[in-house]
């Protein structure tokens, strides 16, 4: 149990749609990290939201984005869906402090584009 | 763009034998970290590697930092059935040191025979 949960559990959407996947971070956390898990792939980091601030992106379009709110939650939101998009997202959350972080992946939401 | 390359693929053993696993990249690391994920959940940290040559235990499992920083192992000794799982490499993007924003490996498979 690593105190993160995501919503819904699976997804199924069509080709075009948009969709909003939501993550519940640890108290006190303040970032959040989210990646896209491929079948039989290793996760790919999507970006990172530090403070409610984007600091960092990975290779994603711009039909990739993201909030974070004061309340440890936050969204991906993902538009214009294509079939490759079909995959496994995962956050995860962490406390950045003069000793390091830690992340806490939570369970992750799985999304069929159809 | 970094790259880890997991070996092996995957792997099917007995209970009790040691499995070894392992992970290259061409680019420099400044830290390993090795994570476990079970079906259905997110990754979990299993150990974290700072310094070139460490060489680091948690239980059964032991870790290694390559001297040449673009390389790590992971052993598991007297393997039991709950150690089936996918397991990933992962390291902080772009030789950075934030573990919020990382590259995965493609992961090892390992299964278990009673």
């Known amino acids: 149990e690593t105190g993160v949960t995501q919503s819904p559990t699976h997804l199924i959407k069509t080709r075009g749609q948009q969709v909003t996947l939501r993550c519940s971070s640890q108290s006190g956390h303040n970032t959040v990290s989210w990646y896209q898990q491929a079948l039989g792939q290793g996760p790919q980091f999507i970006f990172q939201y530090y403070r409610e601030e984007e600091n960092g992106r990975g290779n994603f379009p711009p039909r990739f984005s993201g909030l974070q709110f004061p309340n440890y939650s936050s969204e991906l939101n993902v538009n214009a869906l294509e079939l490759d998009d079909s995959a496994l997202y995962l956050c995860a959350s962490s406390l950045v402090s003069g000793g390091g972080e830690t992340q806490y992946f939570g369970p992750g939401t799985r999304l069929l584009v159809l | 763009g970094q790259q880890l390359n997991q070996s092996p693929q995957s792997m099917f053993i007995q209970e009790g034998e040691d499995v070894s696993m392992n992970c290259t990249s061409s680019s420099i690391f400044n830290t390993w970290l090795w994570y476990k994920q079970d079906p259905g959940e997110g990754p979990v940290l299993l150990i974290a590697l700072y310094k070139a040559g460490e060489l680091t235990s948690n239980g059964r499992l032991t870790a290694q930092f390559g001297i040449t920083r673009k390389d790590s192992f992971l052993n598991i000794s007297a393997s039991i059935p709950s150690d089936v799982g996918i397991y990933f490499c992962?390291?902080?993007?772009?030789?950075?040191?934030?573990?919020?924003?990382?590259?995965f490996g493609q992961g090892t498979i390992l299964t278990v025979h009673p």
């Open positions: 992962a390291g902080p993007r772009a030789g950075g040191t934030s573990y919020g924003k990382l590259t």
